[in-house]
């Protein structure tokens, strides 16, 4: 009977034989008897099928493996990958529109065009006027991150404590980050139009603040410091949301106990709410760096880099689409590229450390 065990004594070899293998893939119950050479080499055939089924099996699934994740990985080659290392090829070339036609065949320039992008006006510092592409752009990422992330806070701690319609003061919150980056734009340009109908210049007229309308957005220095708030006003319901997630999470037990040893809200803000979300803050602010460093259409909707707004990105497209020298701009994209990543490896050795 199948499933027992039964002992019969033997001079000979005992070794536990398998039965049923063909029908259950466990390993079923054995029994030990008297066994010929004929019947050790049933029993050592019948394990090789069953190790060369458990194989078949394990071959399929991972030809499965493959089928299914093949699509992604031809979509993150061909979108990611490739773009990435094409540009570094043609960062070391001289592609322009004489030879965009046979652009493999172009000639090897070596480091001239990284040459050339750093020591054109566009791209270095000049004087305290004139920032250069380089300098505005870390300008312009470093405050409008650190603008987004205040603001965010801010209106994290807001929506924290319950109160009537914190529903409806949520949703008006995250209303510039969802609503498209045209419209949010247009609408911006509209109200800093330097025509007399320009929304802001008919207020002042009319309340008489200034005699005459101004062109803000084209003004050196104000210019800047619009798109800088316009960046901080879009992007804050993000930080806002990473946050108050961390805040809903923090215990209250220790807020009692802060106000059971006599805190008040500051001392609790600054001993217990900061601590608890210094690594939120942290990867709020190095991910919101990162986007606004790259950032092209923002700045490029509402001043098109012009007035002292010039960031690595719209230059890139300058030298690429303007001048049509894609080495050029290839090579401003790998120097934005060096910048952003040293800037991450020092932040994340410094600020996202673990604590002791």
Known sequence: MLGTRRTVASPYLTLPFLVGTSQRRSLPCSWTGRLTFNGMARAVKGLLSTTGQWNSLQSREVHLAWMLISPT???????????????????????????????????????????????????????????????????????????????????????????????????????????????????????????????????????????????????????????????????????????????????????????????????????????????????VFLLRLIWTFNKFDDIFLLTGGGFGTNVLPVLTYQFSFRAFNFGKGAANAMILLVILGTFMLVYARTVMRERG
């Open 73 to 283: 990985a031809l979509i993150v080659f061909g979108l990611v990958l490739f773009p990435a290392i094409f540009s570094i090829w043609i960062s070391f070339h001289d592609v322009t529109l004489r030879n965009l036609n046979d652009v493999f065949h172009a000639p090897f320039v070596g480091w001239d065009n990284y040459r050339h992008v750093i020591n054109d006006f566009a791209f270095k510092y000049q004087n305290l006027r004139v920032w250069g592409a380089a300098v505005t752009s870390i300008v312009y990422s470093f405050v409008s991150t650190a603008v987004t992330v205040f603001l965010g806070l801010i209106a994290a701690l807001l929506l924290n404590r319950p109160f009537r319609g914190r529903g409806m003061t949520r949703a008006i919150f995250l209303f510039p980050y969802i609503a498209p980056i045209v419209s949010v734009a247009f609408v911006w340009r509209w109200i800093l139009d330097p025509r007399p109908s320009g929304v802001l210049n008919d207020l002042l007229m009319r309340l008489g603040m200034i005699d005459a309308p101004r062109a803000y957005l084209a003004t050196r220095g104000l210019a800047l410091l619009l798109v800088i708030i316009f960046t901080a006003w879009r992007y804050f319901p993000f930080a806002m949301l990473m946050i108050l997630a961390r805040l809903q999470g923090i215990d209250k037990t220790m807020y009692e106990a802060a106000s059971v040893d006599g805190a008040n809200a500051w001392d609790k803000f600054r001993n217990i709410t900061m601590p608890e979300l210094r690594y939120v803050l942290g990867a």
